[in-house]
C-alpha cells in the first residue's frame, strides 16, 4: 500500500460547484498532514494545514479522521482559478520533518 | 518573504555531462534544505535532506554518488547530477526549512531536467 494515496482524477467542474478531494494514509502514527496546490509545471504551494478538529480557510475545510487514516479537502464556490492539481502531504512521526506527498488529485473548473 | 530561488530553471544536456542546480533562501537562513525529483504525472518524491555543513541524508535507492549534495552556507545547496541519463530528465525541486519543524517548507519553482 502507498503511503499517501489519492484519485488522480480529473475532477471536471462547473463554476460555482462544491468539489471533495479525499486521500488516505497507511502510517498510522504520521504526526502532520497538509493539503498543497500544484499548478501545471511550478512548484508546491501550501495551501492548508489539517488539524484534527477540522479547519476552514474561506472556500476551504480540510477534515482529519485519524481512526480512518483519512484527509479531505472541500472546495466550496469553485473558481476558474482553483483548477489545479491537490496534493496531499503527509509528515510521518520521527521523519524529521521530510514530506510526504501523494500523486496528487487534478481539478479542473470550467466555466 | 520567505522566498527561495533555483537556478537553471531549466537545462538541456547531453548524456554523460554534470549539471549543477543551485538552490537559494533569499531572505532567510534555512536550517535544512531538501531536494525533491518528479517525473511526469507523479508524485514528488524526497530524494535527499541537506543541513549546512554536514553531509547529506540520502533517501533509499537514491544514489549519492551519482547526485552529490552539497550545503555550504544557510542560503545555499546544490545538487550536481553526475553523468546525466537520459532517465534522469525530470523536474528537480528544492525546499528550505525555517526552523527545526521540517513542514515549514518553502519550495523553489524547479528547475527541469532534459537529458538527450
Known amino acids: 500500500r502507498k503511503e499517501v494515496e489519492q484519485d488522480p482524477g480529473p475532477f471536471n467542474v462547473p463554476e460555482g460547484a462544491t468539489v471533495a478531494f479525499n486521500c488516505t494514509y497507511s502510517?498510522?502514527?504520521?504526526?502532520?498532514f497538509f493539503w498543497y496546490r500544484q499548478d501545471c509545471r511550478k512548484e508546491p504551494k501550501l495551501l492548508m494545514s489539517?488539524?484534527?478538529s477540522g479547519n476552514e480557510d474561506g472556500r476551504f475545510t480540510a477534515q482529519l479522521n485519524r481512526a480512518s487514516q483519512y484527509i479531505s479537502l472541500l472546495i466550496r464556490d469553485s473558481k476558474l482559478s482553483d483548477s489545479a492539481t491537490y496534493l496531499c502531504?503527509?509528515?510521518?512521526?520521527?521523519?524529521?520533518?521530510?514530506?510526504?506527498f501523494g500523486k496528487g488529485t487534478k481539478l479542473s473548473v470550467k466555466p | 518573504g520567505a522566498v527561495v530561488s533555483q537556478h537553471p530553471s531549466w537545462v538541456i544536456c547531453k548524456s554523460g555531462t554534470s549539471v549543477k542546480i543551485e538552490c537559494r533562501s533569499l531572505?532567510?537562513?534555512?536550517?535544512?534544505m531538501f531536494w525533491y525529483r518528479q517525473f511526469p504525472k507523479q508524485s514528488l518524491m524526497l530524494m535527499a535532506t541537506?543541513?549546512?555543513?554536514?553531509?547529506?541524508?540520502?533517501e533509499q535507492g537514491v544514489e549519492k554518488d551519482k547526485f552529490l549534495i552539497n550545503h555550504a552556507s544557510l542560503t545555499l545547496s546544490t545538487l550536481t547530477v553526475t553523468s546525466a541519463h537520459p532517465e534522469d530528465s525530470s523536474f528537480y525541486i528544492c525546499?528550505?526549512?525555517?526552523?527545526?519543524?521540517?513542514?515549514?517548507?518553502?519550495f523553489g519553482p524547479g528547475t527541469r531536467l532534459t537529458v538527450t
Open positions: 541537506s543541513n549546512e555543513g554536514s553531509k547529506a541524508t540520502y
Open positions: 525546499s528550505a526549512s525555517i526552523g527545526s519543524a521540517g513542514y515549514e517548507q518553502y
Open positions: 531572505d532567510f537562513q534555512a536550517t535544512t
Open positions: 489539517v488539524y484534527s
Open positions: 502531504v503527509v509528515i510521518p512521526r520521527g521523519s524529521q520533518g521530510n514530506l510526504i
Open positions: 502510517n498510522s502514527a504520521s504526526q502532520s
